[in-house]
């Protein structure tokens, strides 16, 4: 089951219905089931709280991926910093909307095992994602 919350910040309008179909279909692709996740929606100030309290990092990002998979099925919350993804979509060029929605997948890449932090990992992360919005097109 997929929930979305928002705390200290309005929640982003969202397709449910489509979004759900499309994270469960990246998550079948990578071989793995759909258990619960949760979306967390919040501000860079929220986030860089939950990175200082559980990561002790102390830098604001654009989401933070708490990891509950047990074998093949894929559960985890993921807070998403709405204010982030503003900032880099207009830092990139590109739209709103597909930064969200890169950044709602990356979390689920992550759960699918998809790292980004090791030397090409990077660039394997940002195939994937491209991958997945390309997936997305036409269904919402």
Same mark, same amino acid.
């Given at each position: 089951?997929?929930? &979305? ?8 309008k ?19 089931k ?6 967390? &929606? ?11 309290q ?11 991926? &708490? ?10 919350d993921? &807070? ?21 929605h890169r ?26 994602e ?10 919402e």
């Amino acid at each position: 089951m997929i929930s &979305f919350y928002s705390q200290d910040i309005e929640m982003p309008k969202l397709k449910r219905g489509a979004l759900r179909e499309w994270i469960k279909a990246v998550t079948e692709k990578h071989g793995y089931k759909l258990g619960d996740i949760s979306y967390i &929606f919040c501000s860079d100030k929220r986030i860089l709280e939950v990175n200082k309290q559980f990561l002790q990092h102390d830098y604001y990002t654009d989401i933070i991926t &708490f990891d509950d998979t047990e074998g093949k099925k894929i559960s985890g919350d993921l &807070f998403i910093s709405l204010d982030t993804v503003k900032s880099n979509s207009e830092q990139l060029g590109t739209e709103y909307d597909t930064e969200l929605h890169r950044v709602i997948i990356h979390g689920i890449l992550h759960l699918c095992g998809i790292n980004d932090k090791g030397p090409g990992e990077r660039e394997v992360m940002e195939a994937n994602e491209n991958e997945a919005l390309a997936m997305r097109t036409g269904k919402e």
